[in-house]
């Protein structure tokens, strides 16, 4: 298990890391997100992220109907996610997508934080 969650870990620094610079790259207009590398990089680090996750899920067999905090962290996945969208291109207007990035990484830190405390408040819990 533990290089298994070695490569979550990784993947979700990675995954992170690569939301933050495409996001600043998008509010610049660049040219670099036209990259074939940074299109296709991004699917492959979240694809290897997601199947460690379930992997470990079902290795450590625990399912998110029985797991309020694995339960909180995929609803916050497909809620950042959706802002990813929006923050990398589907967004009309530079305000939106500026808005969804900053609401993504809020979302990501949310998430890395369930994961860490292991409940579904994460750092909220200190509020």
Do not use: E, N
């Amino acid at each position: 298990m533990g290089v298994l969650k070695i490569v979550h870990v990784s993947c979700a620094v990675l995954s992170f890391g690569g939301f933050f610079i495409r996001g600043i790259w998008a509010l610049r207009d660049s040219a670099l997100l036209q990259q074939r590398w940074v299109k296709i990089f991004p699917h492959i680090v979240d694809t290897v992220l997601l199947a460690s996750a379930i992997i470990m899920a079902v290795s450590l067999q625990i399912s998110p109907l029985d797991q309020p905090w694995l339960a909180a962290k995929i609803g916050a996945l497909l809620v950042y996610i959706s802002l990813g969208v929006v923050a990398l291109g589907q967004g009309r207007t530079k305000t939106t997508r500026l808005y969804a990035w900053l609401l993504g990484l809020l979302t990501f830190t949310y998430i890395a934080s369930v994961a860490l405390s292991r409940s579904a408040m994460g750092w909220l819990v200190h509020f």
